[in-house]
Structure formats: C-alpha cells, structure tokens
C-alpha cells in the first residue's frame, strides 16, 4: 500500500456556522471523499429520544458507524460533523482499529456573536440540496442560488433560539471529543 492509497477518515467538528461544510466543499476533491452522516447512516423509524444524541438512539448510532465502516470501499471518508460527543469519538476510534483505518480529526471553532452573524448572512437552495443543509451560493439579491438560480432560503435551524441552542450544545459535549 502506497501513501495515497491510505485508507484515511477525515472528522470536523465544531459549532454551527464554523465552516465545516464550506471547508468540506471548497477543500476536499468531489469524487474522492466517501460522506457520513448520522441521519443517513441510521435506518428510517429509529429516531427517538436517545442519551447524548437527543433524537436517535445510541446504540443505532454505533450501529451505523459499523455498518458504515464494513460498507465503505472508498479510500476517504469524511465524518461531516460527527463525532458529536465523547463516547462516539471513543466508539468511532475503535471501530476505525478494527477496520485499519486511520482516523483523523478537524476541530472548528467560532465565537457565538461570529455565529450570529454568520448565520444571518447563510441559505439553502432546496434544488441543490433536497435536505436544506448545505450552504448555498447566492446571486447579489440574495433571492437566487448562484449555482443552479434556484429560490433560496434560510437554513431551518439558523433562528436565534435554535442557533444558540445548538451552539451551547456543541459548546458543552465537545471538549471531550
């Protein structure tokens, strides 16, 4: 095995607005990185009130990290912002040794008035992104993704309330990461 053929994963981390998402696009080659993510990872009808996770449960966590691993042939994958908590890190580290993987994390940061301001300036365009996750490009107005001139729109969770929700949540679970 040659140094680019190593078998590598990629983890960001970070709050909301850090620029885990744009760093990924602008960064990582399209076609040579495999993505995780936990709500595609985990089989439909799961999503509960789990421990740390708060909305799947997990022990499915785990499971899709596994099913994920013994699945993925590609030499990249990239963890887009997962781990969420300690005892994924630990569980995601583990199952990495088990499939000689080596494994690799990105921490992002950003102060919460950043957070603010960056989340006001974010949309969505739900043409090129059906799960309204990924920022989008926008014309001049603001009203037009640059990419395919579709409408565009604020990402779900960017609301004050839910922002400063998920910043403190972030804030709170990641140093054990």
Request: hydrophobic fraction near 35%; charged fraction near 25%; proline fraction near 6%.
């Amino acid at each position: 095995m040659t140094a680019s053929d190593k078998r590598v994963s990629l983890c960001l981390v970070g709050p909301p607005t850090a620029g885990k998402s744009t760093f990924a696009r602008k960064h990582l080659l399209p076609g040579w990185w495999s993505v995780f993510r936990v709500r595609e990872a985990v089989p439909k009808g799961t999503a509960g009130l789990g421990e740390t996770t708060a909305w799947i449960p997990e022990a499915s966590v785990q499971k899709g990290v596994d099913r994920f691993l013994a699945n993925e042939r590609e030499v990249h994958i990239l963890f887009d912002n997962f781990p969420g908590h300690a005892g994924q890190m630990v569980h995601l580290a583990q199952s990495h040794r088990r499939v000689q993987r080596d494994l690799y994390l990105v921490r992002f940061e950003v102060g919460w008035h950043d957070c603010v301001a960056r989340a006001s300036q974010r949309f969505v365009c739900r043409r090129c992104d059906p799960s309204g996750r990924v920022p989008a490009s926008t014309n001049e107005a603001r009203t037009l993704c640059a990419r395919c001139d579709g409408p565009v729109a604020r990402h779900r969770t960017d609301a004050v309330a839910d922002l400063e929700f998920r910043y403190k949540r972030s804030q709170s679970l990641l140093p054990g990461v």
